[in-house]
């Protein structure tokens, strides 16, 4: 594995072994509403800002969204209307994947930025709470790899919260940018050491990749299973 993301890395940092049963093993993981309504979203917000009418743009949400039962019409337009897509103005959807270092077959990096201007990045939220855009790393690194690849020293990053009509916001310098890019290379060395273990002796793979309950386990599809394997009574058995 030399290709990683934000959601990558933090689902590791979280929980090793949702991560290696996702990225690794390759379980699929059912499509929540939460994710569903997030492509949905985002999808409707990139259409309009690049000039498609809005009903169209709901349909075309809906699709990308592939028809989630528990996604309505009425939502996915209420929090697309609440974009402010008037007063943002910028590339769609920017794809990037750039190495971490400058080391021979360095780790990359890759994502999406929602919108991308002159001296700024916008990330679209449906989250039904808010947090800070310095409670994690996302923004910084998506801040650092334009630093890279387009030359920007400071950039004014935003998380929009749909719901709430509100925003989060930081100026990244080169310090808080390097910051990031530091997080997110110091996990990725670490995965790709573990993985290289894994390949010669197996049967370490769950000491590696532990799981790790915590509040995230009741969204989690391999709960039950892991309670199963990891439990005292279990590990007693």
């Known amino acids: 594995m030399d290709t990683f993301s934000f959601s990558r890395l ?102 999406f930025i929602d919108v991308l201007g002159e001296n700024f990045i916008v990330d679209w939220k449906t989250n039904r709470t808010m947090f800070h855009v310095r409670d994690n790393h996302q923004l910084g690194l998506y801040a650092w790899a334009m630093s890279r690849l387009r030359g920007m020293k400071e ?24 910051e990031a890019r530091k997080w997110a290379y110091r996990l990725a060395k670490e995965i790709q050491g573990k993985l290289e273990l894994v390949k010669v002796m197996p049967e370490l793979k769950d000491e590696l990749f532990p799981a790790t309950p915590s509040s995230y386990c009741s969204h989690c599809p391999f709960a039950i299973e892991c309670f199963r394997q990891f439990s005292p009574i279990a590990q007693r058995k």
């Not at 509100?166 to 080169?174: D, H, R, T, V």
């Open 10 to 111: 933090s689902l590791y940092e979280t929980c090793p072994h949702r991560f290696y049963k996702k990225y690794v093993e390759g379980y699929e993981e059912p499509i929540t509403y939460p994710l569903a309504l997030g492509k949905g979203v985002h999808k409707a917000i990139e259409d309009k800002i690049n000039g498609v009418p809005h009903e169209q743009a709901i349909i075309n949400g809906i699709v990308e969204a592939d028809f989630h039962p528990e996604i309505t019409k009425q939502e996915l337009s209420y929090l697309t209307k609440n974009a402010p897509i008037h007063q943002i103005h910028g590339e769609t959807e920017i794809y990037f994947k750039i190495p971490l270092s400058n080391e021979k077959n360095a780790p990359k990096i890759q994502g």
């Open 155 to 178: 950039i004014h990053a935003r998380l929009y919260f749909l719901r709430f009509r509100q925003e989060s916001g930081f100026i990244f310098g080169m310090e808080e940018m390097e």
